[in-house]
């Protein structure tokens, strides 16, 4: 199961995402936004990470540049939210961070390039050992 949002910057981007992730194979539940009309950021990237805090699904989130998504949904603990711009860093995002939210930004990236990085985030598993710790460290900030 994978999670997708965007605001109205990444709106077009998610109508593309969502087409490819069923190609993949993938079960995908979109919280919106369902139009272009203007709305706010952090309420899309709520609704994303409280579904994957909770469900252990991953998450896709687009903005006009993945940002303010990115921002927001690090807010909620357990969400690791990476913004990436290609496949090293979707890559990387897995490999080294274990990000089980995808962001990246709708007038920033082409869709090709939102594509690669999809199924390599999806594809990609956590290198774990020397990481695991870094990723408890990070979850030790949660409670400050
Ligand atoms: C909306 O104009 C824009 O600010 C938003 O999509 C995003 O890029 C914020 O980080």
């Known amino acids: 199961m994978v999670v997708i ?15 490819f992730l069923r190609e993949l194979g993938e079960e995908v539940e979109d919280v ?3 139009s272009e009309e203007s709305c706010d950021y952090p309420d899309i ?3 994303v990470a409280i579904r994957v805090a909770q469900n252990g699904s991953k998450g896709i989130l687009i903005c ?18 990476a913004l990436c711009h290609d496949a090293y860093t979707a890559e ?5 961070n ?8 709708g007038r920033t990236t082409g ?6 990085m ?27």
């Open 32 to 34: 919106g936004v369902f």
């Open 98 to 105: 274990n990000a089980n939210i995808l962001a990246f930004g």
């Open 92 to 96: 990387f995002a897995r490999r080294h």
């Open 64 to 81: 006009g540049t993945g940002i303010g998504m990115s921002i927001a949904a690090n807010k909620i603990k357990g969400v690791r939210c």
């Open 118 to 144: 999809v199924k390599i985030f999806l594809s990609t598993e956590f290198d774990g050992g020397r990481h695991q710790r870094r990723i408890n460290k990070i979850s030790d900030l949660e409670a400050l």
């Open 45 to 47: 990237a709520k609704e």
């Open 5 to 19: 949002g965007s605001d109205h910057g990444g709106f077009e981007l998610k109508e593309r995402i969502k087409d």
């Open 111 to 116: 869709v090709e390039i939102a594509k690669q």
